[in-house]
């Protein structure tokens, strides 16, 4: 029902990315994942009375960084505020996030849609906060307990417009923001370890309205799958009780993966029931014009212009170039595989489809491969060499993976090489055509079409080693003859 042809989805996403900063935002203390609780506290992230906090200056180059990627407008002057409000795991009361002025505003990201299509999303703001501590339930009976480690971990939060459509849309964006993120190297991206969070705010309208209706916010999605169930889920919810005569609450509900349903949480409040007030402690921020244009000499090749100088460079497909630098450890690897001599689009084709269909079976990602670009690269050497034909070379390549030994090893240690011997090949053909009669008499009379079957019988002889080209030149010529 997400697809009703009735009522008209509306998506915002607000994403909570985690910076890969050593140090937390407002003193030295190490935000490395999965140290024992409590571990990696002090009084400034704890929010003892007295302290200060001094901010962590990579934090803001990473925050330029990210604005200058998604085409935003960087702030010269923004300005910190306290953001007020009581959860057990936030020790200060409040968090100190950025309202009025923002460091980036309006950006945008464009997204390739499954159907060829291209939209733009806009991007209304990207903030600098501070991250909350975590409230931990599992395994204790009576009573919950407080890991303040993640207090003080230095936040982006990146806001879209109500652009998206579609959960379709909103996993694409996710998908798109994070490879840009990652190619930046400001965030890594894991959802599972919660350094890349997602809140949706969705509603629905009447098509053809253009009023936004009531919307609600999504919380605790920990995947993009999840987004995209639980939005679905969401709209299908409100449309279901707009139908039935209901009427749509501002609320913040929770999302179960396990039972695929959500549940209220509370009511959404809005930005005065937060009381924003400066924060005191922090001066405004100044960048200086030639710091933004210093950050943006350093930028890498981000995912849209790699792709556009793949297809105009080696000729590739939109869609293989779309692939191919839909994440920076792809990317990579392809550039180091032709790096090898390999063919551009044979490069493409071997990691799109060989490659990436072996890894998917092993739930790895392509930096975890047994098979590096190295080793792909001299392997597709060994085909457009002629050592080997194309049907071996998966046999290797399958070999190659499990044993993580060289091509040439494989293919010496194995008998595959090719062969290209044509007095060889001339014999296994005149032997399969001595033992194939009919068929040579049904090609004669011009049944053409035997001629495939005539080619497998010479290439099982030869046990799948005979050079395919030598093999129909010369099953050609005799047939004709």
Known sequence: MANDPLYETIIGLEVHAQMLTRSKIFCGCSTTFGAEANTQICPVCAAFPGV????NRELVQMAIKTGLAVHGTIRERSEFARKNYFYPDLPAGYQISQFELPIIERGELTLDLESGEKKRIGITRIHMEVDAGKSLHEGIQGASWIDLNRTGTPLLEIVSEPDLRSSR?????LKKLRSILRYLQVCDGNMEEGSFRCDANVSVRRRGDTRLGTRTELKNLNSIRNVMRAIDFEADRQIDLLESGGTIVQETRLWDANLNTSRSMRGKEEAHDYRYFPEPDLPPLVITRERIDAVAR??????????????????????DAGVLTSSREMASFFEETVQQGAHPKTAANWITVELLGRLNREGLEIEQSAVTPRRLGRLIGLIQSGDISGKIAKQVFELMFETEADPER?????????????GAIEAAVDKVLAENPTQVQQYREGKTKVAGFLVGQ???ATRGKANPAAVNAILQAKLSG
């Open 169 to 173: 849309e909103a996993g694409a964006y």
């Open 410 to 422: 494989i293919v010496a240690e194995r008998g595959l090489k090719q062969v290209s011997d044509t």
């Open 458 to 460: 010479v290439m099982k």
């Open 52 to 55: 200060l906090p001094v901010l």
């Open 298 to 319: 350093q930028l890498p090749e981000l995912p849209d212009a790699k792709a556009i100088r793949f297809s105009r460079e080696l000729g590739l497909s939109e869609y």
